[in-house]
């Protein structure tokens, strides 16, 4: 029986419940670009991380000063300019100027949050690095919020 091999350009994600398992991403062109993917699974935005953002290489936040004293994450869906579809996370630390990752739809690999899900604060994200062995490392998993906006991402303190 012959092996099936996932076309290059094709992004794999096995699941266990809201947690990642395995994924080819950290052998994509997409993570040697330095760009984050998502993936949705049992009620979690997972982010899968390149090594420049835990490396702080370039202008790149680390991971660590991104979740720096972090309550909690809140994703608001909008559109940009364009009428991109976006959905950004914006990591909570009650100072005036948190994190904010801004991702477009082409970001996730395979579902997004609907409409239904706005007011949602029962959610979860988890950000993953890849280990020094190539295994998938949990960076952070902190509570998660949803908003759904059809304009810019809402960045006001949750309600």
């Known amino acids: 029986m012959e092996k099936y ?30 760009l984050v ?10 982010l899968l991380f390149p090594p420049v953002m835990q490396n702080g290489i370039s ?10 004293g972090v309550k909690y994450v809140i994703a608001s869906r909008g559109v940009i300019t364009g009428g991109k579809r ?12 948190p994190y904010i990752l801004t991702l477009d739809y082409e970001s996730f690999l395979d579902a997004t949050p609907s409409q239904k899900d706005h007011g949602r604060e029962d959610l979860t994200c988890i950000g993953y690095l890849e280990g020094k062995a190539g295994e998938l490392q949990p960076a952070f998993d902190l509570g998660c919020k949803f ?3 059809e304009g810019p991402p809402d960045r006001r303190v949750w309600r």
């Not at 091999?5 to 670009?33: A, D, F, L």
């Not at 202008?59 to 720096?68: N, V």
């Open 5 to 34: 091999v996932n076309p290059p350009n094709i992004i794999v994600v096995e699941n266990i419940g809201r947690h990642v398992k395995s994924t080819n991403y950290y052998s994509t062109e997409m993570c040697r670009r330095g």
């Open 37 to 46: 993917a998502a993936s949705v699974n049992d009620r979690a935005f997972r």
């Open 59 to 68: 202008d790149s936040a680390t991971i660590k000063e991104m979740t720096q």
């Open 86 to 97: 976006v959905i950004e996370f914006l990591f909570e630390n009650g100072s005036n100027y």
């Open 147 to 149: 908003r759904w906006g």
